[in-house]
């Protein structure tokens, strides 16, 4: 079945460590995102890409960093730079509409949960 | 940026109707209206999206206010399985169509 994998499901890193995050899509979309969520609050952007080789920072992209080699893959690296990253992490993927600010369906995988010990 | 208004929850009873509300006073005219609901720990669903006219789906309809400054969702029957958080989010165009969702409205259901 065609969907949104993202692994691993659950992390734990020691503070100082960088830990990359997989998301990987047999949709064919155009379009990959990253989205944090903290408890009660809800996503918040931190990268996206439209095209292969091509990203762009989203609302909270310091301490982050991804790649987008692949039309498939979009890893995100959360870095030991980033001061505060215990969260849930969403990634998410679109065909991108031609023609239409619509941007098509948002198709969301199940997260991946972040703890630093 | 375009922002919406929601209220942070809302109740109602099993089998009735639901109409969640969204302000968004500053929408553009090439802005879509998207709606999308997350059960907990899981990642958000889409539910339904328009841009001026009512929009009906098999899982809810969308009701578009002619000036477009709000809108709102309607569950004809609500089940025990709507209980989620809605949000209620504007394309973004400049920003390859990402949608920023805020809080969304916390939808509790009781039988």
């Known amino acids: 079945d065609g969907g949104i994998t993202q692994s691993p499901k659950y992390l734990f890193r020691k503070e100082g460590q960088n830990v990359t995050l997989s998301c990987e899509q047999n949709l064919n979309h155009d379009a990959m995102y990253w989205y944090r969520q903290d408890p009660g609050q809800g996503l918040r952007l931190i990268y996206y890409s439209q095209i292969v080789n091509d990203f762009q920072k989203g609302d909270i992209a310091e301490g982050y960093s991804v790649s987008r080699e692949k039309k498939e893959s979009f890893p995100l690296t959360v870095t030991s730079a980033q001061k505060n990253p215990t969260a849930f992490y969403l990634c998410?993927?679109?065909?991108?509409?031609?023609?239409?600010?619509?941007?098509?369906?948002?198709?969301f995988g199940e997260g991946s949960r972040l703890t630093v010990l | 940026d375009a922002k919406t208004t929601q209220p942070n929850s809302m109740e109602s009873n099993e089998e009735e109707p639901v109409h969640l509300p969204c302000n968004h006073s500053t929408i553009s005219g090439t802005d879509y209206i998207h709606w999308y609901r997350q059960l907990p720990s899981q990642g958000p669903e889409y539910v339904i999206h328009?841009?001026?006219s009512n929009v009906n789906n098999r899982m809810a309809s969308l009701a578009i206010a002619e000036d477009r400054k709000s809108s709102t969702l309607i569950l004809h029957r609500a089940t025990l399985r709507d209980a989620a958080v809605y949000y209620c989010i504007l394309s973004m165009v400049d920003s390859g169509y990402a949608l920023n969702f805020g809080k969304g409205t916390s939808l509790l259901v009781t039988p």
């Open positions: 998410a993927s679109r065909r991108l509409a031609g023609g239409s600010s619509f941007g098509g369906e948002l198709f």
């Open positions: 328009g841009l001026t």
